[in-house]
């Protein structure tokens, strides 16, 4: 039987958590590839659709990773994906969906042992829970 491998969306701000992920190649941070990464400028023009998409295409987790706050080169930035996702969170904690499938990480650009870090801790926990089964509910 083989092992269960959790599938990860991530959502990087391209100034701080993807600069941060670049880091983590860069100095050979090992972390593991079940993440597939989306660039995007600003964490805060990650939509909640966006996350929901995934989660339904099949990933298991999604990760969204901003500047920290105070950091946001837009300014409020990852207010704004703070906001999105807390409210996201409750919407699915109401409806039955395990909110803890959603990470959102503020991870600055010279963080990248903390970016390969949150990756393995990720997939350590997906691991525990299992495949999302939203996947599964709206297959047709």
């Excluded at 990773?65 to 996702?85: E, F, L, M, S, W």
């Excluded at 969906?97 to 990480?105: G, Q, V």
Aim: hydrophobic letters at 40%.
């Amino acid at each position: 039987m083989s092992e269960f491998e959790p599938r990860i969306v991530a959502f990087l701000c391209h100034w701080c958590t993807y600069t941060g992920a670049d880091l983590a190649g860069t100095t050979r941070q090992q972390y593991p590839p079940n993440i597939r990464i989306i660039h995007l400028m600003c964490s805060g023009a990650v939509d909640t659709i966006y996350v929901l998409k995934a989660l339904i295409d099949g990933a298991d987790g999604v990760l969204i990773g901003g500047c920290h706050p105070g950091d946001c080169h837009y300014q409020t930035g990852n207010y704004k994906a703070r906001r999105r996702v807390a409210i996201l969170k409750n919407i699915l904690s109401q409806l039955g969906y395990d909110p803890e499938r959603i990470w959102l990480r503020w991870i600055s650009a010279s963080e990248g042992k903390l970016f390969a870090d949150t990756v393995t801790q990720m997939v350590e926990e997906l691991k525990q829970k299992g495949p999302n089964p939203i996947k599964k509910m709206w297959a047709l």
